[in-house]
């Protein structure tokens, strides 16, 4: 496993592009709730929906903030991890240097091997996690589409201002699209680390 | 690998020099360290960076065990001064670590934590290392806010960290200070840049002018000795330094 810092930010990257994706649900569905407001008796289902889509936003930003502590938790042990080869490396050089039969670092070195290899260990795990989080959260995202469609009828129903719900509804199947699109990306780039 | 060489020996204190790596990578600024020595236990002095631990360390293991080593001084904060610091402390996780009180929250980035550091106070502190009296003196603003040097009254020397710095060229093989005035040509340009204030430095001119010294050793470059250490003083009150010319 070859984890840099590049990759850690690239995921968390995407991870707060799919949380402002999620924000940008959001307001699209406030906008869609003040415009109702002007319109009478055929605006119900699309208040449903923009409900719907509200809580559909929130827990979006529920699921991107737990990947964010799990990439943040990933960060920090390759950290560690990264902190803890250099000494080694170091160690071992020095251990080398020693022109003497003494190995004054050899147990020392025993143990930061094996502390490596726990922490290698360790992030492994935390990257299985991450795995089936992302996992988690494409399921979810199935809701966000299956809204985007009844977002997209209840458009059709609407006679007034017909173009700004439709328009509105376009924009938020985007959004959901774009949040598939990174959790895909994000997927494709564990991929690549394991 | 760099040469350990003993420079003081009296009974069961000693004092030793870590220096002249011929294979160190150029883009790195040499430096010296020094151990004293009292029966089988070490103080070092400005362990280096964290590129150069490997040679520091073995050269020193060469000599002494180097799990003996029972604390550092760590003149001021700088990376090629203490940057190894987390590798030292991997060899004996005991060891203590002498710095002013104002690096002593900024120098466990390097490594260790509240145990590691001893604070030394603004004015300096006289500490007993095996019956053996070290006193650390204050040298701020040279070229640190917070800095000090380490006096051993018995062996009469000092440890001066970056003041008597020269920056040799790379053919330099001496251990001491021979030709002065050839000598401070390659120290005037390091001092009059890195030292900050000219109030410091004749304070700390007047400080260091009260004690007896047998030699002067600087982290950088040669050591003075004999007539060479009053010239040095000398010269340096008379630097202006905090002086910056492209």
């Given at each position: 496993m070859k984890l840099e810092f590049?990759?850690?930010?690239?995921?968390?990257?995407?991870?707060?592009?799919?949380?402002?994706?999620?924000?940008?649900?959001?307001?699209?569905?406030?906008?869609?709730?003040?415009?109702?407001?002007?319109?009478?008796?055929?605006?119900?289902?699309?208040?449903?929906?923009?409900?719907?889509?509200?809580h559909f936003s929130r827990e979006m930003e529920a699921h991107s903030e737990k990947l964010t502590k799990l990439i943040f938790s990933i960060l920090y042990s390759v950290t560690q991890l990264n902190k803890r080869k250099?000494?080694?490396?170091?160690?071992?050089?020095?251990?080398?240097?020693?022109?003497?039969?003494?190995?004054?670092l050899e147990l020392i070195l025993e143990t930061r091997?094996?502390?490596?290899?726990?922490l290698n260990l360790n992030i492994q795990e935390k990257l299985d996690e991450l795995k089936k989080a992302i996992l988690q959260t494409f399921k979810f995202c199935k809701n966000g589409s299956y809204v985007t469609i009844c977002t997209k009828i209840e458009s059709a129903h609407i006679k007034e201002n017909r173009e700004f719900f439709r328009s509105l509804a376009n924009n938020v199947e985007k959004c959901v699209l774009n949040i598939y699109h990174f959790l895909d990306d994000m997927n494709k780039k564990l991929g690549q680390l394991s | 690998m760099k040469q350990f060489k003993y420079i003081y020996t009296e009974g069961n204190h000693r004092w030793a020099?870590?220096?002249?790596?011929?294979?160190?990578?150029?883009?790195?600024?040499?430096?010296?360290?020094?151990?004293?020595?009292?029966?089988?236990?070490?103080?070092?002095?400005?362990?280096?960076?964290?590129?150069?631990?490997?040679?520091?360390?073995?050269?020193?293991?060469?000599?002494?065990?180097?799990?003996?080593?029972?604390?550092?001084?760590?003149?001021?904060?700088?990376?090629?001064?203490?940057?190894?610091?987390?590798?030292?402390?991997?060899?004996?996780?005991?060891?203590?670590?002498?710095?002013?009180?104002?690096?002593?929250?900024?120098?466990?980035?390097?490594?260790?934590?509240?145990?590691?550091?001893?604070?030394?106070?603004?004015?300096?502190?006289?500490v007993s290392f095996h019956n053996l009296e070290l006193e650390f003196i204050p040298a701020h603003y040279l070229h640190s806010a917070g800095n000090f040097h380490l006096y051993d009254?018995?062996?009469?020397?000092?440890?001066?960290?970056?003041?008597?710095?020269?920056?040799?060229?790379?053919?330099?093989?001496?251990?001491?200070?021979?030709?002065?005035?050839?000598?401070?040509?390659?120290?005037?340009?390091?001092?009059?840049?890195?030292?900050?204030?000219?109030?410091?430095?004749?304070?700390?001119?007047e400080r260091v002018s009260q004690l007896s010294i047998d030699m002067l050793c600087p982290q950088h470059g040669l050591i003075y000795t004999g007539e060479n250490i009053n010239k040095f003083i000398n010269w340096f009150s008379e630097l202006k330094v905090g002086v910056f010319s492209e």
């Open positions: 590049h990759s850690i930010i690239a995921l968390n990257e995407s991870i707060r592009a799919i949380y402002d994706l999620s924000l940008e649900i959001r307001v699209q569905a406030l906008n869609s709730l003040l415009a109702i407001k002007n319109i009478k008796s055929e605006s119900i289902g699309f208040s449903a929906v923009s409900f719907e889509l509200i250099k000494n080694f490396f170091l160690l071992k050089k020095a251990q080398k240097l020693i022109p003497s039969e003494a190995k004054p091997e094996k502390e490596i290899e726990k | 020099v870590i220096c002249g790596d011929p294979d160190r990578a150029k883009y790195l600024i040499d430096t010296s360290e020094y151990v004293i020595c009292k029966d089988d236990r070490f103080f070092l002095t400005d362990p280096g960076g964290v590129e150069i631990f490997p040679v520091v360390f073995s050269s020193l293991s060469t000599e002494i065990n180097p799990k003996n080593v029972e604390f550092i001084f760590s003149s001021h904060q700088d990376p090629d001064i203490i940057s190894s610091l987390s590798l030292w402390l991997e060899v004996n996780p005991n060891l203590k670590c002498y710095v002013s009180r104002l690096w002593v929250s900024f120098l466990p980035h390097f490594g260790g934590d509240n145990t590691t550091f001893i604070s030394i106070p603004d004015k300096g502190m006289k009254s018995k062996a009469k020397i000092l440890f001066s960290g970056d003041i008597g710095a020269a920056l040799l060229p790379e053919t330099s093989k001496e251990l001491f200070v021979k030709d002065f005035d050839s000598h401070i040509k390659h120290a005037k340009g390091f001092h009059q840049r890195w030292m900050g204030s000219n109030e410091a430095k004749l304070a700390w001119c």
